[in-house]
Protein backbone atom coordinates (compact mmCIF):
# COMPACT_ATOMS: atom_id res chain seq x y z
CA UNK A 1 0.00 0.00 0.00
CA UNK A 2 1.00 3.18 -0.97
CA UNK A 3 1.98 6.18 1.49
CA UNK A 4 -0.26 8.65 1.19
CA UNK A 5 1.77 10.77 3.74
CA UNK A 6 1.66 12.48 6.96
CA UNK A 7 -1.86 12.92 8.95
CA UNK A 8 -1.28 16.89 8.46
CA UNK A 9 -4.60 17.68 7.67
CA UNK A 10 -3.04 18.58 3.98
CA UNK A 11 -1.94 15.39 2.48
CA UNK A 12 -4.55 13.38 5.09
CA UNK A 13 -7.00 14.31 7.40
CA UNK A 14 -6.20 14.41 10.94
CA UNK A 15 -7.87 10.82 12.52
CA UNK A 16 -11.14 12.24 14.45
CA UNK A 17 -9.31 11.06 17.73
CA UNK A 18 -6.56 13.98 17.36
CA UNK A 19 -8.96 16.93 16.67
CA UNK A 20 -10.38 18.63 19.39
CA UNK A 21 -14.14 18.88 20.71
CA UNK A 22 -15.10 21.52 18.45
CA UNK A 23 -13.85 21.06 15.20
CA UNK A 24 -15.48 17.35 15.59
CA UNK A 25 -18.32 18.62 16.48
CA UNK A 26 -18.27 20.87 12.78
CA UNK A 27 -17.27 18.14 10.79
CA UNK A 28 -20.49 16.13 12.68
CA UNK A 29 -22.40 18.63 10.97
CA UNK A 30 -20.53 18.09 7.52
CA UNK A 31 -21.56 14.70 6.92
CA UNK A 32 -25.14 15.26 9.12
CA UNK A 33 -24.57 12.95 12.20
CA UNK A 34 -28.06 12.18 13.69
CA UNK A 35 -28.40 13.91 17.49
CA UNK A 36 -24.83 15.13 17.55
CA UNK A 37 -24.30 18.38 19.58
CA UNK A 38 -24.69 21.66 17.87
CA UNK A 39 -21.91 23.53 16.78
CA UNK A 40 -22.40 27.28 18.59
CA UNK A 41 -21.20 30.37 16.13
CA UNK A 42 -23.36 33.68 15.18
CA UNK A 43 -23.76 34.41 11.58
CA UNK A 44 -22.82 38.80 11.91
CA UNK A 45 -23.50 41.68 14.37
CA UNK A 46 -25.05 45.42 13.98
CA UNK A 47 -25.98 46.25 17.11
CA UNK A 48 -22.97 45.93 19.17
CA UNK A 49 -22.80 49.53 19.73
CA UNK A 50 -26.27 49.20 21.63
CA UNK A 51 -24.99 46.32 23.78
CA UNK A 52 -22.33 48.01 24.85
CA UNK A 53 -24.48 51.06 25.75
CA UNK A 54 -26.83 47.92 28.07
CA UNK A 55 -23.84 46.83 29.58
CA UNK A 56 -21.86 44.36 27.33
CA UNK A 57 -17.86 45.26 27.93
CA UNK A 58 -15.71 45.89 25.00
CA UNK A 59 -13.31 44.17 26.18
CA UNK A 60 -15.98 41.06 26.07
CA UNK A 61 -15.16 37.67 24.46
CA UNK A 62 -18.09 37.30 23.01
CA UNK A 63 -17.13 33.48 22.48
CA UNK A 64 -17.25 33.01 26.50
CA UNK A 65 -20.13 35.59 27.22
CA UNK A 66 -22.65 33.70 24.54
CA UNK A 67 -21.35 30.11 24.89
CA UNK A 68 -20.10 29.82 21.16
CA UNK A 69 -17.56 26.76 19.88
CA UNK A 70 -13.75 28.17 18.81
CA UNK A 71 -13.60 28.66 15.30
CA UNK A 72 -13.28 25.31 13.27
CA UNK A 73 -13.02 27.59 9.92
CA UNK A 74 -9.63 28.73 8.24
CA UNK A 75 -10.99 31.34 5.67
CA UNK A 76 -9.23 31.52 2.60
CA UNK A 77 -10.09 35.12 1.11
CA UNK A 78 -8.69 37.09 -1.56
CA UNK A 79 -11.49 36.48 -4.09
CA UNK A 80 -14.46 39.10 -2.86
CA UNK A 81 -17.31 38.03 -0.72
CA UNK A 82 -20.15 40.65 -1.64
CA UNK A 83 -18.48 42.66 -4.44
CA UNK A 84 -15.37 42.36 -7.00
CA UNK A 85 -12.15 41.03 -6.13
CA UNK A 86 -10.20 44.18 -7.02
CA UNK A 87 -6.54 44.99 -7.76
CA UNK A 88 -5.95 47.96 -6.81
CA UNK A 89 -9.46 49.24 -5.53
CA UNK A 90 -10.76 52.52 -5.83
CA UNK A 91 -9.79 55.19 -4.00
CA UNK A 92 -12.48 56.26 -1.36
CA UNK A 93 -13.84 59.69 -2.08
CA UNK A 94 -16.72 62.01 -1.37
CA UNK A 95 -18.28 63.07 -4.87
CA UNK A 96 -21.13 65.09 -3.84
CA UNK A 97 -22.49 67.11 -0.37
CA UNK A 98 -25.99 66.29 0.16
CA UNK A 99 -26.30 68.38 3.53
CA UNK A 100 -26.88 65.48 5.81
CA UNK A 101 -25.36 63.19 3.46
CA UNK A 102 -22.87 62.48 0.80
CA UNK A 103 -22.40 60.80 -2.19
CA UNK A 104 -19.06 58.64 -2.00
CA UNK A 105 -17.53 56.49 -4.30
CA UNK A 106 -16.51 52.96 -2.56
CA UNK A 107 -13.80 50.83 -3.03
CA UNK A 108 -15.57 48.74 -5.75
CA UNK A 109 -16.24 51.88 -7.76
CA UNK A 110 -20.16 52.34 -6.91
CA UNK A 111 -21.54 55.98 -5.89
CA UNK A 112 -23.39 54.98 -2.41
CA UNK A 113 -25.35 57.53 -0.89
CA UNK A 114 -24.76 57.52 2.77
CA UNK A 115 -25.64 59.70 5.72
CA UNK A 116 -22.83 62.06 6.09
CA UNK A 117 -19.53 60.74 8.25
CA UNK A 118 -21.13 57.13 8.34
CA UNK A 119 -20.56 54.51 6.38
CA UNK A 120 -22.09 51.03 7.70
CA UNK A 121 -25.05 50.35 9.89
CA UNK A 122 -27.93 51.05 7.78
CA UNK A 123 -28.75 49.62 4.37
CA UNK A 124 -26.92 51.84 1.58
CA UNK A 125 -28.29 53.61 -1.84
CA UNK A 126 -26.27 52.73 -4.90
CA UNK A 127 -26.58 56.03 -7.05
CA UNK A 128 -24.48 54.42 -9.98
CA UNK A 129 -22.37 51.30 -10.89
CA UNK A 130 -19.00 51.48 -12.61
CA UNK A 131 -20.07 49.33 -15.74
CA UNK A 132 -22.57 50.50 -17.78
CA UNK A 133 -21.05 49.03 -21.42
CA UNK A 134 -17.85 47.37 -22.90
CA UNK A 135 -16.00 50.72 -22.67
CA UNK A 136 -16.59 51.23 -19.14
CA UNK A 137 -15.95 47.38 -18.52
CA UNK A 138 -12.57 47.66 -19.57
CA UNK A 139 -11.69 51.31 -18.28
CA UNK A 140 -12.64 50.94 -14.86
CA UNK A 141 -12.89 47.44 -14.03
CA UNK A 142 -11.20 44.32 -16.13
CA UNK A 143 -7.94 45.20 -15.44
CA UNK A 144 -8.27 45.46 -12.19
CA UNK A 145 -9.06 41.89 -12.27
CA UNK A 146 -5.74 40.43 -13.58
CA UNK A 147 -5.39 36.96 -11.96
CA UNK A 148 -1.52 37.58 -12.22
CA UNK A 149 -1.31 40.97 -10.21
CA UNK A 150 1.20 40.27 -7.89
CA UNK A 151 0.06 42.38 -5.22
CA UNK A 152 -2.63 39.74 -4.69
CA UNK A 153 0.52 37.51 -3.42
CA UNK A 154 2.27 39.64 -1.64
CA UNK A 155 1.94 38.03 2.05
CA UNK A 156 1.07 34.62 0.70
CA UNK A 157 3.66 32.58 2.61
CA UNK A 158 2.54 34.41 5.54
CA UNK A 159 -1.24 32.98 4.97
CA UNK A 160 -0.50 29.91 3.71
CA UNK A 161 1.79 29.09 6.79
CA UNK A 162 -1.20 29.88 8.74
CA UNK A 163 -3.68 27.87 6.86
CA UNK A 164 -1.43 24.86 7.46
CA UNK A 165 -1.58 24.87 11.36
CA UNK A 166 -5.23 25.76 11.02
CA UNK A 167 -5.18 22.30 8.79
CA UNK A 168 -2.70 20.44 11.45
CA UNK A 169 -5.54 21.08 13.78
CA UNK A 170 -8.36 19.34 11.59
CA UNK A 171 -9.87 22.77 11.12
CA UNK A 172 -12.16 23.12 7.65
CA UNK A 173 -10.11 24.94 4.95
CA UNK A 174 -13.07 26.85 3.26
CA UNK A 175 -12.31 29.28 0.14
CA UNK A 176 -14.53 31.67 0.22
CA UNK A 177 -15.16 33.75 -3.16
CA UNK A 178 -17.93 36.33 -4.80
CA UNK A 179 -20.77 34.55 -6.55
CA UNK A 180 -21.16 35.36 -9.78
CA UNK A 181 -24.54 36.85 -9.48
CA UNK A 182 -23.46 39.01 -6.51
CA UNK A 183 -19.86 39.62 -8.56
CA UNK A 184 -22.38 41.17 -11.52
CA UNK A 185 -24.58 42.88 -9.74
CA UNK A 186 -21.86 44.46 -7.47
CA UNK A 187 -20.59 46.24 -11.43
CA UNK A 188 -23.69 46.45 -13.15
CA UNK A 189 -26.46 47.35 -10.24
CA UNK A 190 -29.16 44.50 -9.67
CA UNK A 191 -31.56 46.48 -12.03
CA UNK A 192 -29.53 47.80 -14.75
CA UNK A 193 -28.08 43.96 -14.81
CA UNK A 194 -31.62 42.38 -15.85
CA UNK A 195 -31.21 44.60 -19.17
CA UNK A 196 -27.89 43.32 -19.57
CA UNK A 197 -28.50 39.70 -19.94
CA UNK A 198 -30.66 40.48 -22.81
CA UNK A 199 -29.45 43.46 -24.12
CA UNK A 200 -26.03 42.31 -24.51
CA UNK A 201 -25.24 38.76 -23.12
CA UNK A 202 -21.73 38.98 -24.49
CA UNK A 203 -20.77 41.59 -21.80
CA UNK A 204 -21.70 38.73 -19.33
CA UNK A 205 -19.78 36.60 -20.72
CA UNK A 206 -16.81 38.61 -20.61
CA UNK A 207 -17.49 38.88 -17.15
CA UNK A 208 -18.09 35.74 -16.09
CA UNK A 209 -14.66 34.47 -17.79
CA UNK A 210 -12.96 36.95 -15.88
CA UNK A 211 -14.15 35.85 -12.92
CA UNK A 212 -13.24 32.39 -13.68
CA UNK A 213 -9.98 33.26 -14.41
CA UNK A 214 -8.88 35.13 -11.25
CA UNK A 215 -10.90 33.02 -8.96
CA UNK A 216 -9.06 29.42 -10.23
CA UNK A 217 -5.81 31.22 -10.86
CA UNK A 218 -5.59 32.11 -6.86
CA UNK A 219 -7.74 28.84 -6.04
CA UNK A 220 -4.71 26.79 -7.56
CA UNK A 221 -2.08 29.00 -6.19
CA UNK A 222 -3.28 28.34 -2.28
CA UNK A 223 -4.09 24.25 -3.33
CA UNK A 224 -0.11 24.33 -3.99
CA UNK A 225 -0.18 24.22 -0.21
CA UNK A 226 -3.50 22.92 1.25
CA UNK A 227 -6.14 20.79 0.62
CA UNK A 228 -9.66 22.88 0.58
CA UNK A 229 -12.67 21.23 2.44
CA UNK A 230 -15.33 23.53 1.20
CA UNK A 231 -15.66 26.45 -1.54
CA UNK A 232 -18.28 29.16 -0.37
CA UNK A 233 -19.98 31.33 -3.01
CA UNK A 234 -21.50 34.23 -1.44
CA UNK A 235 -24.42 34.35 -3.65
CA UNK A 236 -27.30 36.48 -2.75
CA UNK A 237 -29.60 35.15 -5.75
CA UNK A 238 -32.69 35.65 -3.77
CA UNK A 239 -35.33 37.56 -2.65
CA UNK A 240 -38.70 37.59 -0.94
CA UNK A 241 -40.33 35.52 -3.56
CA UNK A 242 -37.67 33.55 -5.14
CA UNK A 243 -35.05 33.90 -7.28
CA UNK A 244 -34.07 37.66 -8.65
CA UNK A 245 -33.12 35.46 -11.86
CA UNK A 246 -34.68 32.65 -13.74
CA UNK A 247 -33.34 29.31 -13.98
CA UNK A 248 -32.75 29.41 -17.50
CA UNK A 249 -30.55 32.19 -16.91
CA UNK A 250 -28.79 30.61 -13.94
CA UNK A 251 -28.13 27.84 -15.87
CA UNK A 252 -26.80 29.70 -19.27
CA UNK A 253 -24.76 32.33 -17.58
CA UNK A 254 -23.27 31.34 -13.70
CA UNK A 255 -23.73 27.19 -13.97
CA UNK A 256 -20.65 26.80 -16.71
CA UNK A 257 -18.33 28.92 -14.48
CA UNK A 258 -19.01 27.08 -11.30
CA UNK A 259 -18.81 23.47 -12.78
CA UNK A 260 -15.56 23.96 -14.27
CA UNK A 261 -14.15 25.84 -11.27
CA UNK A 262 -15.67 23.15 -8.75
CA UNK A 263 -14.10 20.55 -11.45
CA UNK A 264 -10.88 22.29 -11.45
CA UNK A 265 -10.45 22.58 -7.68
CA UNK A 266 -11.61 19.00 -7.37
CA UNK A 267 -8.74 17.62 -9.77
CA UNK A 268 -5.95 19.89 -7.72
CA UNK A 269 -6.73 18.56 -4.35
CA UNK A 270 -3.51 17.51 -2.62
CA UNK A 271 -5.68 14.83 -0.65
CA UNK A 272 -7.68 13.15 -3.53
CA UNK A 273 -9.68 11.34 -0.68
CA UNK A 274 -11.21 14.92 0.63
CA UNK A 275 -14.54 15.66 -0.21
CA UNK A 276 -14.67 18.96 -1.11
CA UNK A 277 -18.16 20.59 0.36
CA UNK A 278 -19.72 23.40 -1.90
CA UNK A 279 -21.91 26.02 0.00
CA UNK A 280 -24.25 28.75 -1.40
CA UNK A 281 -25.19 31.79 0.64
CA UNK A 282 -28.27 33.45 -0.44
CA UNK A 283 -30.57 35.86 1.47
CA UNK A 284 -34.31 35.60 0.70
CA UNK A 285 -36.50 32.43 -0.50
CA UNK A 286 -34.09 30.24 -1.63
CA UNK A 287 -36.31 27.19 -1.89
CA UNK A 288 -36.40 27.45 -5.78
CA UNK A 289 -32.97 27.03 -6.18
CA UNK A 290 -31.71 24.59 -3.72
CA UNK A 291 -32.51 21.32 -6.75
CA UNK A 292 -30.90 23.83 -9.14
CA UNK A 293 -27.85 23.75 -7.30
CA UNK A 294 -27.93 20.20 -5.73
CA UNK A 295 -28.06 18.99 -9.50
CA UNK A 296 -25.76 21.82 -10.95
CA UNK A 297 -22.67 21.73 -8.78
CA UNK A 298 -23.33 19.75 -6.44
CA UNK A 299 -24.23 21.76 -3.40
CA UNK A 300 -23.99 20.34 0.29
CA UNK A 301 -24.22 23.11 2.46
CA UNK A 302 -26.44 26.21 2.59
CA UNK A 303 -27.04 29.15 4.64
CA UNK A 304 -28.63 31.68 6.49
CA UNK A 305 -32.42 30.90 5.13
CA UNK A 306 -34.20 34.21 5.70
CA UNK A 307 -37.22 33.35 7.83
CA UNK A 308 -39.31 36.68 7.08
CA UNK A 309 -38.77 35.59 3.14
CA UNK A 310 -40.75 31.93 3.99
CA UNK A 311 -37.51 29.72 4.97
CA UNK A 312 -38.34 27.29 7.10
CA UNK A 313 -35.54 25.45 8.54
CA UNK A 314 -37.67 22.05 9.76
CA UNK A 315 -39.26 22.27 6.93
CA UNK A 316 -36.39 22.40 4.26
CA UNK A 317 -34.73 20.19 6.48
CA UNK A 318 -36.93 16.99 5.57
CA UNK A 319 -37.31 18.12 2.26
CA UNK A 320 -33.56 17.90 1.60
CA UNK A 321 -32.09 15.56 4.13
CA UNK A 322 -28.92 15.51 2.71
CA UNK A 323 -28.92 19.54 2.76
CA UNK A 324 -26.43 21.06 5.88
CA UNK A 325 -28.21 24.18 6.57
CA UNK A 326 -26.98 26.86 8.56
CA UNK A 327 -29.41 29.29 9.99
CA UNK A 328 -32.69 30.19 10.49
CA UNK A 329 -33.13 31.57 13.39
CA UNK A 330 -35.84 34.50 13.15
CA UNK A 331 -34.40 38.11 14.37
CA UNK A 332 -37.49 39.37 14.70
CA UNK A 333 -38.35 37.35 17.40
CA UNK A 334 -35.39 37.90 19.17
CA UNK A 335 -36.53 42.05 19.31
CA UNK A 336 -39.81 40.30 20.75
CA UNK A 337 -39.82 38.65 23.99
CA UNK A 338 -38.43 35.55 25.70
CA UNK A 339 -41.78 33.56 25.88
CA UNK A 340 -41.45 34.02 22.51
CA UNK A 341 -37.84 33.17 21.67
CA UNK A 342 -38.74 30.20 24.00
CA UNK A 343 -41.03 29.12 21.24
CA UNK A 344 -39.40 29.25 18.32
CA UNK A 345 -36.03 27.46 19.69
CA UNK A 346 -38.14 24.76 20.99
CA UNK A 347 -39.84 24.54 17.28
CA UNK A 348 -36.62 24.77 15.46
CA UNK A 349 -33.82 22.93 17.71
CA UNK A 350 -34.88 19.92 19.00
CA UNK A 351 -35.74 18.44 15.87
CA UNK A 352 -33.10 20.20 13.76
CA UNK A 353 -30.66 18.52 16.36
CA UNK A 354 -32.57 14.91 15.65
CA UNK A 355 -32.08 15.41 12.04
CA UNK A 356 -27.99 16.65 12.35
CA UNK A 357 -26.30 19.06 9.61
CA UNK A 358 -27.65 22.13 11.29
CA UNK A 359 -26.10 25.16 12.65
CA UNK A 360 -28.22 27.39 14.24
CA UNK A 361 -27.26 31.36 13.53
CA UNK A 362 -29.57 34.42 13.35
CA UNK A 363 -30.85 34.20 9.83
CA UNK A 364 -28.81 37.54 8.79
CA UNK A 365 -26.71 39.60 11.11
CA UNK A 366 -28.01 40.74 14.60
CA UNK A 367 -29.93 43.87 14.36
CA UNK A 368 -29.94 46.61 16.64
CA UNK A 369 -33.53 45.92 18.32
CA UNK A 370 -32.29 42.86 19.84
CA UNK A 371 -31.45 43.50 23.25
CA UNK A 372 -28.32 42.51 25.18
CA UNK A 373 -30.73 40.06 27.68
CA UNK A 374 -32.87 38.78 25.20
CA UNK A 375 -29.28 37.56 22.91
CA UNK A 376 -28.10 36.24 25.72
CA UNK A 377 -31.43 34.21 27.01
CA UNK A 378 -31.56 32.99 23.42
CA UNK A 379 -27.60 31.86 23.57
CA UNK A 380 -28.77 30.14 27.03
CA UNK A 381 -31.88 28.05 24.96
CA UNK A 382 -29.54 27.44 22.33
CA UNK A 383 -26.95 25.65 24.90
CA UNK A 384 -29.93 24.11 27.00
CA UNK A 385 -31.09 22.37 23.41
CA UNK A 386 -28.21 21.67 21.52
CA UNK A 387 -25.47 20.54 23.70
Known sequence: MLDQGPFDGVHRMLPREGMPEYVRKMRDTYVITPNAPLYHREFHYYCLEEWYEQGLSRDADLKEVFHYDEEAR???????????????????????????????????????????GRRSGFMPEYVDHPVKDRR???????WRLDPESPERYANLDERMTEAKKHAANGEMIVQILVGGYMY???????????????????????CMETWFRLAD?????HQRYVTLDEIF???????????????DMIREFLVPYYQQLVANVR??????????????DSDGHVDPVIPLYQEAIGMDVMSPFEVASGCDVVELGRKYPDLVITGGIDKRVLAQGKIEIDRMVERVLPPMRKRGGYIPTCDHGVP????????????????????
Open 217 to 221: RVIAT
Open 267 to 280: SRQIDRSRHLYVQV
Open 74 to 116: FIMGELGTCEAALCPEFEESVIEDRGEHEVICDSVGRHVLCFK
Open 368 to 387: AEVTLDNYIHYRKRCVELGG
Open 233 to 247: FSEDICYNNGSLISP
Open 136 to 142: SWEENIK
Open 184 to 206: LRSLMGPADLLYVFYDNPELVRD
